[in-house]
T-cell receptor, first 112, second 116 residues
Framework: DAKTTQPPSMDCAEGRAANLPCNHS???????VYWYRQIHSQGPQYIIH???NNETNEMASLIITEDRKSSTLILPHATLRDTAVYYC?????????????FGKGTRLSVIA | DTGVSQDPRHKITKRGQNVTFRCDPI?????LYWYRQTLGQGPEFLTY????????KSRLLSDRFSAERPKGSFSTLEIQRTEQGDSAMYLC??????????????FGPGTRLTVL
């Protein structure tokens, strides 16, 4: 699986959009971008994933650049409960549901 | 609550003792994963099962570690002769391997192990 690079930490004001970047310059054509987050003292939680097109769900939006070498997770109106470590993961999507390979992620602090 | 439960939530033990953790996945999920997480790091994969078959083991899973899923439902992870380096959060996750290409993994709250 390709490696990802994320900033170690970010701050965001409550109510504002949080934009979390991820660099995955060695991503292969059959690798997807996934985002998970981990709130303190809890297990990781799936947020969203995508291949080429931008994706949106009830939690967040995922913007993937045209060359697929980077992406941005957007939390449109961050709340204090969004304070967590956010992990960007790239992996081949296969029927086998391969194990996840986590990096160190970005620690997002939402400030009142 | 994701529907994945782990027991115990916390375990303190002395070096050299054996410990066993239990994971109960979401009932219809056929895949079960174990991860380990140390302070400041992301979770690291240890092993996973499809039903009762253990399909893959990480190099992190030394001979002192053993995992089972005897009836394809709950799973246990045993660590023998614990060492201080085993202190970590042990996370369990489950997913449903089906015909669609992706099924997200649902994580339990973890078992925090402290080896004194």
């Amino acid at each position: 699986d390709a490696k990802t690079t994320q900033p170690p930490s970010m701050d965001c004001a409550e109510g504002r959009a949080a934009n979390l970047p991820c660099n995955h310059s060695t991503i292969s054509g059959n690798e997807y971008v996934y985002w998970y987050r981990q709130i303190h003292s809890q297990g990781p939680q799936y947020i969203i994933h995508g291949l080429k097109n931008n994706e949106t769900n009830e939690m967040a939006s995922l913007i993937i650049t045209e060359d697929r070498k980077s992406s941005t997770l957007i939390l449109p109106h961050a709340t204090l409960r969004d304070t967590a470590v956010y992990y960007c993961i790239v992996r081949v999507e296969s029927p086998g549901n391969t194990p996840l390979v986590f990096g160190k992620g970005t620690r997002l602090s939402v400030i009142a | 609550d994701t529907g994945v439960s782990q027991d115990p939530r916390h375990k303190i033990t002395k070096r050299g003792q054996n410990v066993t953790f239990r994971c109960d996945p979401i009932s219809e999920h056929n895949r079960l994963y174990w991860y380990r997480q140390t302070l400041g790091q992301g979770p690291e994969f240890l092993t996973y099962f499809q039903n009762e078959a253990q399909l893959e083991k990480s190099r992190l899973l030394s001979d002192r570690f053993s995992a089972e899923r005897p009836k394809g439902s709950f799973s246990t992870l045993e660590i023998q002769r614990t060492e201080q380096g085993d202190s970590a959060m042990y996370l369990c996750a489950s997913s449903l391997r089906g015909v669609s290409s992706y099924n997200e993994q649902f994580f339990g709250p973890g078992t925090r192990l402290t080896v004194l």
